[in-house]
């Protein structure tokens, strides 16, 4: 079964299409807002006001924009050969998400290889992790322990992500029609860019779920190996 509420997130066609969407909304305030303070002539408090409105559609605005260009061309690489540390870049992102993890009463644990080199260029795929992670938090209630693990065979490097299963009825969150909520936009933009991120090496990301839990699965191919030169130390970095 898939959580479908995760899949959604991350599903790339649908995500564009409602960021194009969403952009209409702010747009189309700004052109109103605009031409009503030229067309009658009103008091510097009017005037201030739709100034401040114009402002804050203009944000809006420019973040769509910047979420669109990012989720097409989120590729994993430029064409050029890359090799990246799947494991480094894993201990990254749960180094950099325990404060967050913390403040929300969740746990992160991490266990499995040091190193797994992939075909990714490393700061997409470090993006790429790290949005995963972070969505994991975004799905779990306070008190859950997400549990991330890492794992290679011959051919392919892998990063499990574990999530606890959420209590069955959730609160309804009531939205005037046609309303888009740009934190949630977001959340969804990140996963859909991690997820193009991985597909695009030609690896894989499924989601799957039980009764007790959401699994979220990325597979990656090994990257082939390269001859050891005794010239420096290894770091935990992912590039």
Do not use: W
């Not at 540390?85 to 266990?111: F, Y």
Request: glycine share 6%; aromatic share 4%.
């Amino acid at each position: 079964m898939v959580d479908e509420g995760i899949a959604a997130s991350c599903e790339y066609h649908n995500i564009l299409a409602d960021l194009f969407h969403a952009l209409s909304q702010p747009l189309t305030t700004l052109q109103l807002c605009l031409s009503g303070s030229l067309q009658k002539p009103q008091p510097a408090r009017g005037y201030r006001r739709d100034l401040q409105m114009a402002l804050q559609q203009a944000k809006s605005v420019v973040f769509l924009t910047a979420a669109i260009h990012e989720l097409v061309s989120c590729e994993a690489s430029n064409g050029q050969q890359h090799k990246s540390d799947l494991g480094a870049c894993a201990r990254e992102a749960v180094d950099d998400l325990l404060p967050i993890a913390r403040s929300a009463d969740l746990k992160l644990s991490l266990s499995g290889r040091s190193s797994c080199q992939v075909e990714v260029e490393a700061g997409r795929l470090r993006q790429a992790v790290f949005y995963v992670i972070e969505s994991a938090l975004n799905h779990s209630r306070p008190g859950s322990k997400i549990s991330i693990s890492v794992a290679q065979d011959r051919k392919e490097a892998g990063l499990t992500v574990r999530i606890p299963a959420p209590p069955r009825k959730k609160p309804k969150v009531f939205r005037k029609p046609g309303a888009t909520s740009i934190p949630t936009l977001h959340r969804r933009l990140t996963l859909a860019i991690a997820r193009h991120t991985f597909e695009s090496a030609s690896g894989t990301f499924q989601i799957c779920q039980t009764q007790k839990q959401t699994i979220l699965l990325i597979r990656l191919p090994r990257s082939k190996p390269e001859p050891v030169l005794p010239l420096a130390r290894s770091s935990r970095r992912c590039g």
